[in-house]
């Protein structure tokens, strides 16, 4: 079959990647000049540096899989890395159960909650029942109000932001069963991975192996309308002409669908509207010396303008790069005016308030700023969110819609997008009886 798919991310080139594998002909359309999506690159001193910090953990495997299975698994690094938080404008190690029981932000009992519930978390079966109630309900419930209150609040503002409060127990309970289960074996450490040369060499591979089978990667592609003709074909417009296809695979966030001309029925685009998303700053400083032990430091003070500062080359040696890198990250919402401030009035508060965590870093240690944006980085999982969740299918038939929206109880993540590439590719590719 003729299969069009738009968007050349993590999820759509999958999906390019296992239809080619399974013979068929294979056109992605991409919006942006470059294909990765949110995995995308810049050259930081001669080096791919994604413009979003990315790590994967041991259980991601769907994604240790495909680097398998493209060659790649010598390149897939495992590291030890320290986390850290900062609270209360004081600095704590926060990467091993011990932390936790000497983190005197929180008394021994509440400590130990914590500790607990994250544990148990693992044996929780029946997530359906977390849907209904909010993380900051369960949380206080089951580990105390200050538990709540000095760590998870923050960290789930942290993600969400302004919408921190209802946002279902299910995420959180997923994020304590994933985390506890990539410290089974040896629960005072914590392996991420991470791809020499940066994840985009998986998409790079996977792009070679489309074109090697005949497909196609089209960048600067913008999809903007599609029509059904009577013989159930799609056309499919895009800023650069027209093609038409046997089947489409939108892989956009749902809020991005907006922008395309599509034939879909009121009642349809009302559920759709239901979908919404966080967006993401991200600046990546390239520093002359680095700025702590950590690599992970969440940021759990309400008034900060960023929420984590992740030193990326505590990861992967600062040589690599000719730096020091570090992100300063923030989720918010697109129509926050923050996101729409010019980058150097944003830069100048990140930078501020950099300085008042590590009071003995200078600005001038500053070599480089790069700024990043991107719209739809995180989807707002709420409450009852199985019910808003899209299908698959679309009213018009043949046309079908992959997107990390999708992706639920667990949540986005590489590691996901792979998981749930493969499985649409099987449904796109099935033939009709
Ligand atoms: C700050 C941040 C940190 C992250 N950290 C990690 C991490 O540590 N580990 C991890 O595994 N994952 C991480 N992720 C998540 C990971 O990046 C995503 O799960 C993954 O990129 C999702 O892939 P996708 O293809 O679904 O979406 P995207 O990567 O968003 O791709 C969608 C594509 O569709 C294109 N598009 C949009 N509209 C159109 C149109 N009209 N026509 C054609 N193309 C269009 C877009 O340009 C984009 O390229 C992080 C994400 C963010 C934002």
Known sequence: MRIGIAGAGPLGLTIGYELSKAGHEVTILEAEEDYGGLVRTARIGGQDLEYFYHHIFTNDQEMVKMVEEL?????????????????????????????????????LFSRIAMGSLVLRARFVRDWQKLEAISAKEWITR?????????VWGPLLQSKFDRDAEEIAATWIWNKFKLRGSTRSKNLSKELLGYMQGSFITVYRKMVAAITGAGGRVLTGAAVNQIRQRPDLTLDLRFNGGELNFDRVVLTMAPPALKAIDLPFPDTYRARLD?????????????LKHSLSPYYWLTVAEPEAP??????????????HYGSHIVYLSRYLDEEDELYRLPED??????????????????????????????????????????????????PLKHLYLANMAQIYPEDRGQNYAIRLGKEVARLVGEKEG
């Open 345 to 394: 009035v944003v830069a100048d508060r990140f930078l501020n308030y950099l300085q008042q965590i590590f009071p003995a870093w200078n600005r001038a240690d500053v070599k480089k700023i790069h700024f990043f944006r991107a719209p739809y980085a995180q989807p707002v999982v709420g409450l009852g969110y199985s019910r808003m969740k899209p299908g698959y299918e679309t």
């Open 71 to 107: 060659g790649l698994s010598s390149a897939l690094l495992w590291r030890e890395p320290r986390d850290g938080i900062y609270i209360n404008r004081k600095l704590y190690p926060f990467t091993s159960p011990l932390d936790l029981l000497r983190f005197r932000e929180l008394s």
């Open 306 to 319: 960023f929420v984590a500062v992740i030193e990326h080359t505590n990861l992967i040696p600062a040589e």
């Open 274 to 286: 239901q979908i919404r998303y966080k967006a993401n700053i991200c600046l990546i400083l390239e």
């Open 142 to 150: 089951k580990a105390g109000r200050d538990v709540y209150a000095k």
